[in-house]
Structures are given as C-alpha cells and as structure tokens.
C-alpha cells in the first residue's frame, strides 16, 4: 500500500523498532492501522497528541525568521493554544497534565471499532510535546486507560511519548514502565528518516 506517511509514523516505527524489537522486529507502514507487523500478528495506531493549532504555530514559527517580531498570525495561534509571548522572551510553552492523553485514547478506541483491519492485536502510540509524565501521574493514567478500554476491540499496549520519556502501558497485563528517548530523536534526523 502506497501512502505519505506522517513524521510522527516514522517517530514512532523508529522508537519501537528500537526499544521494542523483540515485540515487533520490522514494522510496515500501512493504515487502519498506521504500522504493522508483516505477519499481522500486530498493528499499531500513531497520533499526535499537540492538537491541530499547535500544529500550525509550530510550522508558523518554524516559517519566521529567527529573531523576527511574531506575525500576528503566530500571537493569535499562541493565545489560542494557551502559550504566553512577552517581547523580552521567547515562546513560554506551559507542559499540559498527562491526563489530556485520555481524550485522544476515547477517540482512537472508536475508530478502532468503526473498521481496522483484521490482526492479532492492537497498539496505540501517542505523541506529545506539549505534555508532561510525571511519576505520580502514571498509576492513575494506566487505571483510566484501563477503565476505557472496555469495547469489542481494544487496545493490548499503548505507548505514551511525551518529555523524554516513552512510558509503555499493558493494559491487559495492569502494568507499565517507562523508557528514556533522549537522543533518539536526534539518532532519527541523523539517518535522515526525518
């Protein structure tokens, strides 16, 4: 299957085949879901979590000139994503709960009963830069993760990426560990993946 794949899909294919080659080995990319095993033994759905504003204030930004005053375009994009802008700093991105993760997880558990194709069993990977993953924020994530997983069809594993750190939830198992990504990103550009 012939398709663009989005930078946060290769992100993704290249933290699991990296930190979880024995669970995947080499991922496909395809769609519904985004990765797949060759074997169809698991298939893994990517997101990003920043949301869609922020999104394009990151392109906006990444399109200015450095040291240039924002557009207007960007202070309107900052306010709406809740990012203060003062003229004697820099952007001041305030790193959102990791309960936001709950939302899109809702979402991505509905598509995934609406028509997936057919495998062994599905993974979730979501990508944030906007929010946090304390410690003491993992226990109850992985309790409500759980308690939303409750349909037909649902997710086996999902990976949160968020602050340097990919936390694994087991949601049939009831456990999670979390994993350092720092370097990772860079080891990515590096190859020229991304």
């Known amino acids: 299957m012939s ?22 080995g ?16 698991a298939g893994v759905e990517v997101t990003s979590v920043n949301g869609e504003v922020f999104e394009r204030l990151v392109t906006e930004i990444a399109m200015s000139k450095p040291d240039q005053t924002p557009s207007e375009r960007i202070l309107e994009l900052c306010a709406k994503c809740g990012i203060e802008y003062h003229a004697w700093q820099t952007f001041v991105i305030k790193p959102l709960p990791a309960a936001g993760f709950i ?19 599905y993974d979730l990977f979501l990508y944030s830069d906007r929010h946090t993953l304390m410690d003491c924020e993992l226990e109850p994530l992985l309790e409500s993760l759980r308690s939303e997983n409750q349909a037909p069809i649902s997710f086996h594993y999902v990976y949160i990426d968020a602050g340097g750190k990919l936390a694994c939830f087991d949601l049939a198992g009831g456990v999670f560990e979390v994993r350092s990504t720092k370097g990772l990103r860079e080891k990515l550009t590096d190859r020229g993946d991304g």
């Open 103 to 121: 939302e899109p997880f809702r979402r991505k558990v509905k598509k995934l009963n609406a028509g997936y194709a057919f495998l062994g069993r």
């Open 26 to 41: 080499t991922l496909l990319l395809r769609d519904k879901p985004d990765l797949q095993t060759p074997d169809g033994a």
């Open 3 to 24: 398709r663009q794949a989005s930078p946060y899909e290769l992100y993704a294919k290249y933290i699991l085949e990296t930190l979880y080659s024995r669970r995947y």
